[in-house]
């Protein structure tokens, strides 16, 4: 078994002694700060995480806040901005649909329900977590020649939070509404059974006829440009920048690269807990890595939370209170998505006498309505009217032929703001109160994982699911009152687990519902490819006694279970010249995609181009620019058993496609990296990287987007492989925050958080794990308060201001 993990930990040792030397500056300071109740204590590590000591909750959470947003100023404006809909304010009228979706889709429940629901102290918690934000700007606003340069860039300052901003929807891993609008169109294109063996569903078989009320061929994409509006990364062009930094270029996203195709179908997490019947120490491990959009600043903010009642640290989104991923003084706990559909797109037929009216059960009803104001730059303010069914929010109607879309949204119940419900999992003492913990996570839907100190080890799905009794939820269905949802799945009857007899609990966005379980009307049908979870099976069930080491060693693993699979294909394929060659070389290649490696970078070429061309050759030409693609388990499957897929000579076809995708992947080795084999090393800047582009790079002059954007540098793995870098050539997703803990010792935690805990680019902290990350190194997530002074270059003692 290849198993790689000496130079982890020798790159653990290096980077802690390079951390404390380059960071150290040793400053105690006193500060008042209005709005606190007691003295609280800051003690900033040399990784850059705050350790947070308050002696209430209230100061605790109200300086989380005033920590987090000195850290990520923009980020919290731009988050801002983004949840209340005055995005256009300062873009411009290019931004108004997406303000529009906003509003639209803006939870309008009671707040101290909403708020309540996550913690029973909740609204408290969320409310203070706010002021402290407050505090933070009101201290920068004082001296806004010290705002982060983003705000000089565009000429803008920040402004104050309320709680309804921390309970947005607007950055959460939601639902499938796009696929669901997909798979519809093709459904109307190419039909039910071609659509089932272009798409990889299971482990049921879903409806996907369209009722005859609905004209499958008026469905297109327009229906959801609203909602794709709302949820889309913000982009700035140069004419957002003041003239003095101003660029040439065009524009780049905030805190999100645009997805391909590759990789929307390869995204996902790992995570993983052990009993300690498999650890050198008898202790339960904790290890998960959360995969999501590789950017600057970072995506997770990590923290260390201190006051009566409290005492958890690891990380989260910086704009949310609370510690999602981590552990306390008696367990940790970890999260992978789990495949959860909480949307339905419903149609409705209009009263062409009212367009305002829908058919409901043989009557019409009419719209709710709403009226709003949005300010636009350089504009007069625009009125805009929204629109809902009893379903949910209007998105599309066509006056042409008198039809209606709306969402139906499950996350727009209370408690369906991301991650927040993890206050409870922070003060979880037992499997037992985590699992209760785990009943008020609506969104996303999760694997959420445990291990304590007693021995015990879990898992536990979560998601807000609705019951659906006549109907997939994968294609659209009339809003006539035949397709309703019949309540919600009670979480903790979602699929679960507690010390199963192999010893260890692993997912990775794989379908883990065991076959035995019964409530299939709220499981979804789609799942990522199974080749990481394979893998990370693979390496938990070969009989090693773990440590952090080997831990650490898995969550970068580059070994490539495709790679086992299609290699030996190329063994019998008649190839010539330099084909012939670069073969040969694969076939005594250890299948791991490594950085420098000529084999690995034969190898992503060669199964790039054998998606490609697959895709090409069976996707019907009525669906192109339909389906967006196929998953790599259908084409492996294809590759593996051509008698379901290529008719006859199947063997041969499948043959003829290798060699064809083969000899195109050297050809484009060639254009691209040169005629010499020895050039086509992965890892390199013109093939697999790193590259962190700021939100403002593009619109900026290149000295000021110099000092942004970091990179690049050399990194391995795809989308496939358990240390998941994504299938681009330059890294858009992946795992930038990873945590292992052992429950034996807390102070032997690690993890990384690339490239940084601070969005400030004149900080120290901006991008100093950026190297270490892309290196997979690893640092030491202290939590006694011995090691974490012995590591401190900051402690600040904030005072209450009389």
């Known amino acids: 078994m290849n198993f790689r993990f000496n130079s982890v930990s020798t790159g653990l040792i290096i980077v802690i002694n390079l951390f404390i030397s380059s960071c150290k500056t040793n400053t105690d300071q006193q500060v008042r700060l209005a709005g606190l109740q007691e003295p609280v204590e800051i003690v ?16 605790l959470f109200y300086a989380q806040g005033y920590a987090a947003a000195k850290d990520r100023l923009f980020q919290f404006e731009i988050w801002r901005r983004q949840a209340t809909g005055t995005v256009a304010e300062i873009l411009g009228e290019r931004e108004l649909k997406r303000d529009i979706g906003t509003r639209l889709f803006k939870f309008r429940g009671d707040l101290n329900t909403e708020m309540n629901h996550y913690h029973d102290n909740g609204a408290n918690i969320i409310t203070a977590y706010t002021e402290g934000v407050n505090a933070y700007i009101e201290e920068a606003l004082q001296q806004p020649e010290n705002l982060p340069i983003e705000f000089k860039m565009l000429g803008i300052t920040p402004k104050k939070w309320t709680p309804d901003v921390v309970i947005s929807r607007h950055q959460g891993l939601l639902g499938n509404i796009g696929a669901e609008l997909e798979i519809g169109m093709a459904v109307n294109k ?17 409806i996907l006829e369209i009722d005859s009320a609905i004209d499958g061929s008026l469905l297109n994409d327009e229906i959801l440009d609203v909602y794709r509006a709302y949820r889309r990364p913000v982009y700035f062009d140069k004419e957002d920048v003041v003239p003095a930094y101003r660029g040439t270029q065009t524009s780049t996203a905030l805190l999100f690269n645009s997805e391909t195709q590759e990789d929307s179908l390869s995204i996902g997490s790992n995570n993983w807990v052990v009993s300690g019947a498999l650890t050198k120490d008898g202790n339960t491990i904790m290890a998960n890595d959360p995969h999501r959009t590789i950017a600057v600043p970072s995506l997770r903010y990590m923290a260390h939370l201190v ?48 367009l305002n009216e829908y058919q409901y059960k043989g009557g019409w009803e009419a719209m709710e309505t709403i009226t709003e104001t ?29 039809k209606a879309y709306a969402i139906r949204c499950a996350w727009l119940e209370p408690g369906g703001s991301p991650y927040l419900a993890s206050l409870r999992m922070d003060q979880a003492k037992t499997w037992e109160e985590f699992r209760e913990a785990c009943n008020y996570s609506n969104i996303p839907g999760e694997n959420m994982i445990w291990a304590d100190k007693q021995g015990t080890i879990g898992w536990q799905a979560v998601g807000i699911a609705p019951i659906r009794k006549n109907f997939s939820g994968l294609v659209p269905v009339p809003g006539d009152g035949r397709y309703e949802w019949e309540g919600y799945l009670p979480i903790v009857e979602k699929p679960h687990d507690v010390n199963p007899q192999s010893g260890f609990i692993a997912t990775a966005n794989q379908n883990v519902t065991p076959a035995s379980y019964d409530r299939w009307d709220a499981i979804g049908y789609s799942w990522s490819d199974p080749y990481r979870g394979q893998r990370v099976e693979e390496v938990l069930k070969a009989g090693t006694k773990f440590s952090i080491d080997e831990m650490m060693a898995l969550q970068v693993d580059y070994l490539s279970v495709p790679a086992r699979i299609l290699v030996p294909m190329l063994a019998r394929l008649s ?35 054998l998606e490609k061309q697959a895709e090409a050759m069976f996707i019907p030409e009525d669906a192109k620019g339909i389906v967006s693609g196929i998953q790599m ?18 063997a041969a076809a499948r043959d003829r496609l290798l060699v064809s995708a083969f000899n195109t992947s050297i050809s484009t080795l060639e254009n ?59 890294q858009s997703s992946g795992a930038s925050f990873r945590l292992i803990v052992s429950t034996g010792d807390w102070d032997t935690a690690v993890g990384t958080n690339g490239p940084g805990q601070s969005g400030n680019p004149a900080s120290p902290f901006y991008s100093n794990l950026f190297k270490p990350w892309a290196k ?27």
Do not use: C
């Not at 552990?327 to 009263?351: I, R």
């Not at 593996?640 to 897929?645: A, G, I, M």
């Not at 691209?672 to 900026?700: N, R």
């Open 374 to 402: 949005i300010p636009i730059k350089d504009k007069e303010p625009k009125k805009i009217t929204l629109r809902y069914t009893r379903h949910g929010p209007v998105t599309f109607i066509d006056s042409v032929h008198h």
């Open 307 to 354: 006051a009566p009642g409290w005492n958890v640290i690891g990380g989260g989104e910086p704009e949310i209170p609370g510690i999602s991923i981590g552990h306390n003084e008696y367990g940790t706990w970890g999260l992978t998505v789990f495949s959860t559909d909480g949307e339905d797109l419903y149609v409705y037929d209009l009263n062409p006498e009212n």
């Open 776 to 802: 997979d190194q690893y640092f030491p997530v202290f939590y006694s308060r011995e090691k974490i002074d012995s590591v401190s270059v900051q402690t600040v003692q904030y005072l209450p201001r009389r």
């Open 44 to 59: 900033r590590d040399s990784w850059g995480i705050n350790h947070i000591y308050a002696k209430n909750e209230h100061d």
């Open 672 to 730: 691209t990296l040169g005629q010499e084999i020895e050039d086509w090393q992965y890892g390199q800047a013109d093939y697999k990287h790193t590259y962190m582009k700021h939100a403002l790079s593009d619109a900026v002059g290149k000295e000021w987007a110099d000092s942004l954007d970091l990179g690049p540098l050399p990194r391995g793995g795809n989308g496939y492989t358990p240390g998941s870098t994504g299938n681009n050539n330059r």
């Open 575 to 609: 190839l010539e010249g330099k084909a012939a060659k670069a073969r040969d070389l694969l076939l005594n290649w250890d299948h791991e995609l490594l950085p420098n490696s000529i084999e690995a970078g034969i190898y992503v070429a060669f199964e790039r181009e």
């Open 190 to 206: 190419i039909g039910v059974e071609a659509v089932k063996e272009l798409y990889w569903f299971h482990p049921k078989e879903p």
């Open 633 to 650: 388990k259908r084409i492996l499957d294809w590759m593996e058993h051509p008698e379901e897929k290529f008719g006859k000579n199947a």
